[in-house]
């Protein structure tokens, strides 16, 4: 059974830290493209950061350029997602996908496989 199992959330203030996991079971993520979402209360799920080529190739959204980054470690089979200098607006439920067919690398609509979401909330 392929399973995405996202971790690591939690509440933080403004200016603190977090680092998600996305552990995959039934799968392997090596050589494979994968992807951090996030839906915000009222809002569209939106790509975050993306890891691809290998791992040798990372993506980002304007919005978290220079804040994120997004890992990999394929002992572990796992993908991570730093998250420094967070703003109440990355205040959001995130979510990482895999089994991406082709196209753009943060476009939900390309990945099959989502894991179940992890809360992240960012108080001022």
Do not use: H
């Not at 971790?7 to 995959?24: D, H, K, N, T």
């Not at 991570?80 to 939900?108: H, I, W």
């Amino acid at each position: 059974q392929v399973q995405l199992v996202e971790s690591g959330g939690g509440s933080v203030q403004a200016g603190g830290s977090l680092r998600l996991s996305c552990a995959a079971s039934g799968y392997t993520l090596t050589g494979k493209t994968v992807a951090w979402f996030r839906q915000g209360p009222g809002k569209e799920r939106e790509g975050v950061a993306a890891i691809y080529n290998g791992g040798a190739s990372t993506y980002y959204a304007e919005s978290v350029k220079g804040r994120f980054t997004i890992s990999q470690d394929n002992a572990k089979n796992t993908v991570y997602l730093q998250m420094n200098s967070l703003k109440p607006e990355d205040t959001a439920m995130y979510y990482c996908a895999a089994g991406m067919r082709t196209g753009y690398v943060l476009r939900s609509q390309n990945y099959n496989i989502w894991g179940q979401g992890t809360q992240v909330t960012v108080s001022s």
